[in-house]
């Protein structure tokens, strides 16, 4: 098959070229509509229970601006990295394809690693799931964000191994695609997370 | 079509594509971001308006990066746009729900 080979064999952007593959694409955004309202959902009960803190400490005392700030550069410049591998798949180069999707889910396990120390640090302060109707919904959303980015940086590694295994063709050019949409989609997530919960959570 | 049409057809799709739009779109995200963490550091604006900067940042920086990143500004993604559109309605609706008749 002339589409496993490398290089000028392969289609003009290959992850459109089959029907396959843009089937792929196309059921991928019905899946990130349902995310859309995945998020919203769990945006709305957080905004409708913020105020309801019971006994733990108030948002605008537990936030630490540093903190988010750090881990929105971490997580903007990750979605950067997938923008230069979708390029290099768009000249079909292999080797810096796989090097921009690894910087990727470094700054993924980055980004992760922050909030785990984040999440920890609230812990100390009182401030757990169960603690109130606000610590509750606030774990809800924000963790639910982590476990998309926990579950992208496995996906990632895993179409890493795909490329190394089989190259880039026809069959792994789409899952490429797809995959830094759906990074994308959680950096935006992440920047009306930011927005909603962190910053107007110190606006008082 | 001719092999030699497709090449050409590559190379200057290549040249549009080039990575200076994606760079452009990362400058105005930070810029976007610094702005609205500044706004909320400051403490200096008064509640309603850093409300407004904050709503109106996010707003831009998410259009920016799905118009460019997510290429929904490219041909053919109309259905993409409708369904993202459909999604966003659903969620406005919920917001509002959740914002003003909760605790009533």
Redesign the interface.
């Known amino acids: 098959m002339s589409a496993h080979e490398l290089n000028g064999e392969l289609p003009?952007e290959p992850e459109k070229a089959t029907l396959e593959g843009r089937n792929k694409i196309?059921g991928f955004?019905?899946f990130?509509?349902?995310e859309?309202?995945l998020?919203?959902?769990l945006?709305?009960?957080y905004?409708?229970l913020r105020h309801n803190i019971g006994d733990g400490p108030p948002a605008s005392e537990l936030f630490e601006?540093p903190m988010?700030?750090a881990a929105?550069?971490i997580l903007?410049?990750s979605?950067?990295m997938?923008?230069?591998a979708v390029?290099a798949l768009?000249?079909k180069k292999v080797k810096p394809l796989i090097g921009w999707l690894i910087a990727t889910i470094v700054l993924g396990l980055g980004f992760l690693a922050l909030e785990v120390v984040e999440f920890l640090n609230y812990i100390d302060e009182g401030h757990k799931m169960p603690t109130s109707a606000f610590s509750s919904s606030f774990y809800t959303l924000v963790g639910f964000h982590g476990a998309h980015v926990a579950f992208g940086v496995l996906w990632i590694t895993l179409i890493i191994l795909q490329l190394l295994k089989k190259g880039l063709t026809v069959v792994t050019a789409p899952k490429v695609y797809v995959s830094a949409?759906y990074w994308?989609?959680i950096?935006?997530v992440w920047?009306?997370i930011?927005?909603?919960v962190y910053?107007?959570g110190?606006?008082? | 079509m001719s092999s030699n049409h497709s090449t050409h057809e590559q190379t200057t799709r290549h040249r549009h594509e080039g990575p200076k739009k994606h760079i452009v779109a990362f400058v105005l995200s930070l810029v976007l971001t610094i702005i609205a963490f500044a706004a909320v550091a400051s403490g200096e604006i008064n509640t309603t308006f850093t409300y407004i900067i904050l709503v109106g940042m996010a707003l831009v920086q998410v259009f920016v990066q799905m118009a460019f990143w997510m290429h929904m500004k490219d041909r053919g993604h109309l259905f993409p746009i409708m369904g993202i559109l459909f999604g966003v309605i659903v969620v406005f609706t919920m917001v509002i729900m959740a914002e003003y008749w909760v605790w009533w």
């Open positions: 003009h196309l955004w019905l990130l509509g349902a859309t309202v998020f919203g959902t945006f709305s009960s905004l409708a601006l988010t700030f929105t550069m903007l410049t979605s950067l997938s923008v230069f390029q768009h000249q949409i994308h989609f950096d935006v920047v009306f930011f927005t909603v910053l107007m110190k606006v008082v």
